[in-house]
Nanobody, 116 residues
Framework: QLQASGGGLVQAGGSLRLSCVASGLSFDDYAIGWFRQVSGKVREAVACITKDGATYYDDSVKGRFTISSDHAKMTVPLQMDSLKPEDTAVYYC????????????WGQGTVVTVSS
């Protein structure tokens, strides 16, 4: 019900735009989050947008990443600028019903690799 895409290989300082497309759920009732995970490390939250449009960012990406939502298209893009090698990870999107404590649906990952 969630499909993440847009990953790829980019040089440090470059940009990528990830996309999370939802289907089969009442999009207006969900908060959508982007997460990332490096092999062997704990998955971390990167950015989140609530059903009302409020946004939250991890300190490591503030000022570089922008999350938005298009309710008509049921998509949540994550614009990533000024990428750093430490942004390299598998990125996932997830949906939380009414912005609750847990995420109910997860998309498959999309790989982002930032070369130095």
């Amino acid at each position: 019900q969630l499909q993440a895409s847009g990953g790829g290989l980019v040089q440090a300082g470059g940009s990528l735009r990830l996309s999370c497309v939802a289907s089969g759920l009442s999009f207006d009732d969900y908060a959508i989050g982007w997460f990332r995970q490096v092999s062997g490390k704990v998955r971390e939250a990167v950015a989140c947008i609530t059903k009302d449009g409020a946004t939250y960012y991890d300190d490591s990406v503030k000022g570089r990443f922008t999350i938005s939502s298009d309710h008509a298209k049921m998509t949540v893009p994550l614009q990533m600028d000024s990428l750093k090698p430490e942004d390299t990870a598998v990125y996932y999107c997830a949906a939380s019903f009414l912005g609750g404590a847990s995420y109910d649906y997860w998309g498959q990952g999309t790989v982002v690799t930032v070369s130095s």
